[in-house]
């Protein structure tokens, strides 16, 4: 503990200092181009949201988790499915690759509250980083699974219509007249 304070002056720069962060942070990744949230698709491992339905149990607690968005001015609601067309579900997958990337962002300033609190302290601050991040990230890796593959199945199901509804031309046939 670099700095020496009195325990109030610790407590309010936790308090204050998570508060700042936070909403720091969510301003921030708002205002930032989308272009720069281009996630690679999900992991094998996670099928499709699966793995988090059947490890973390994910369905029972994922919608009591806040959604900032609407706070701030440019921001994606991500709380509910608002549109099944797959420019709506590409912009959807690029907003919970941002929202995860704010989150482990909030995670790596928990070192900055090494300055003024005890070896315990830092404890706490660990603690609280990673219990209201995690299930943040928990849930935007879900959506993202989930929603890349219903897009690639909307994205194979209209490409299989469009061939179904244009067949491809034929060439008339030429018969060869008797001589």
Wanted: aromatic residues 16%; glycine residues 6%; charged residues 20%.
């Amino acid at each position: 503990m670099p700095i020496d304070l009195a325990p109030a002056w610790i407590i309010a720069l936790n308090v204050g200092g998570w508060l700042a962060i936070q909403l720091g942070l969510a301003w921030t990744f708002t205002k930032m181009p989308d272009h720069w949230f281009n996630p690679a698709g999900p992991h094998w491992w996670e099928r499709a949201g699966r793995f988090y339905e059947t490890v973390f149990r994910i369905k029972t607690w994922k919608d009591w988790l806040p959604d900032a968005a609407h706070w701030f001015d440019g921001g994606f609601a991500k709380a509910a499915l608002g549109d099944t067309r797959p420019e709506y579900l590409e912009r959807f997958i690029r907003e919970t690759f941002r929202a995860e990337l704010c989150h482990w962002t909030a995670i790596a300033c928990a070192p900055v509250f090494f300055l003024w609190n005890p070896w315990w302290g830092d404890l706490i601050i660990v603690g609280y980083a990673l219990a209201a991040n995690l299930p943040c990230i928990l849930a935007q890796r879900y959506s993202r699974a989930r929603l890349t593959s219903v897009l690639r199945r909307k994205t194979h199901r209209d490409k299989s219509q469009h061939r179904s509804d244009n067949p491809p031309p034929t060439t008339p046939r030429t018969t060869r007249s008797q001589p």
